[in-house]
C-alpha cells in the first residue's frame, strides 16, 4: 500500500550539518519527499507534537532539545513507506541500531537520536497535519 509517513531531522543533526546526508539516505532507500520545510519549534509546540508522551520522564527533556535549534520536517511517501523509515532509523537507542541505519549512523544518544518517524498510519495523519496542509504536499 502507498503510505504517507512524517520525518523530523531533529536539532542534533541540523546543528551538525548533516541534512544533506540524511536526506540523501531517504531518497536512496526509494522514499519519495512530497514535502519539505525547516523551521524552529516553540517550546509549547514541541509538547503539542509529543503529547503522547507527555506522562513520560524524558517528556522535559525531550521537548527542550525538540525546542533548541532548527528541525527539518518532511513528507515521505512509498509503498509500506512508514515501515520502510523506521527500518531506515533503526532502533530509537542508538546503542541498538543496526549497521546501515541512519541513527547507527548520526545518532548520539537515545534522546539526540537524529531523526523521527511516524510509526502508524493513524499517527503519520497526525503528524503530518501537525506540520503541512494538502496545499504543501506535492502529491
Ligand atoms: P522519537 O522517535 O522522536 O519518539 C520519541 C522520542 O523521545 C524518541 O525519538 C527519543 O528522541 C526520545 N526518547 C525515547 N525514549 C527515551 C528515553 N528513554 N530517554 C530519553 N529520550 C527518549
Given at each position: 500500500?502507498?503510505?504517507?509517513?512524517?520525518?523530523?531531522?531533529?536539532?542534533?543533526?541540523?546543528?551538525?550539518?548533516?541534512?544533506?546526508?540524511?536526506?540523501?539516505?531517504?531518497?536512496?532507500?526509494?522514499?519519495?519527499?512530497?514535502a519539505l520545510?525547516?523551521?524552529?519549534?516553540?517550546?509549547?509546540?514541541?509538547?503539542?507534537?509529543?503529547?503522547?508522551?507527555?506522562?513520560?520522564?524524558?517528556?522535559?527533556?525531550?521537548?527542550?532539545?525538540?525546542?533548541?535549534?532548527?528541525?527539518?520536517?518532511?513528507?515521505?511517501?512509498?509503498?509500506?513507506?512508514?515501515?520502510?523509515?523506521?527500518?531506515?532509523?533503526?532502533?530509537?537507542?542508538?546503542?541498538?541500531?543496526?549497521?546501515?541505519?541512519?541513527?547507527?549512523?548520526?545518532?548520539l544518544d537515545?534522546?539526540?537520536?537524529?531523526?523521527?518517524?511516524?510509526?502508524?498510519?493513524?499517527?503519520?495523519?497526525?503528524?503530518?497535519?501537525?506540520?503541512?496542509?494538502?496545499?504543501?504536499?506535492?502529491?
Amino acid at each position: 500500500m502507498v503510505e504517507r509517513t512524517l520525518s523530523i531531522i531533529k536539532p542534533d543533526a541540523v546543528q551538525r550539518n548533516l541534512v544533506g546526508e540524511i536526506l540523501t539516505m531517504i531518497q536512496k532507500a526509494g522514499l519519495k519527499i512530497v514535502a519539505l520545510k525547516m523551521l524552529y519549534l516553540t517550546k509549547k509546540q514541541a509538547e503539542g507534537f509529543y503529547k503522547v508522551h507527555q506522562d513520560k520522564p524524558f517528556f522535559d527533556s525531550l521537548t527542550d532539545f525538540m525546542s533548541s535549534g532548527p528541525i527539518v520536517v518532511s513528507v515521505l511517501e512509498g509503498e509500506n513507506a512508514i515501515e520502510n523509515y523506521r527500518k531506515l532509523m533503526g532502533a530509537t537507542n542508538p546503542e541498538n541500531a543496526e549497521e546501515g541505519t541512519i541513527r547507527k549512523k548520526f545518532a548520539l544518544d537515545i534522546e539526540k537520536n537524529s531523526v523521527h518517524g511516524s510509526d502508524s498510519i493513524e499517527n503519520a495523519k497526525t503528524e503530518i497535519a501537525y506540520f503541512f496542509n494538502e496545499l504543501e504536499i506535492v502529491g
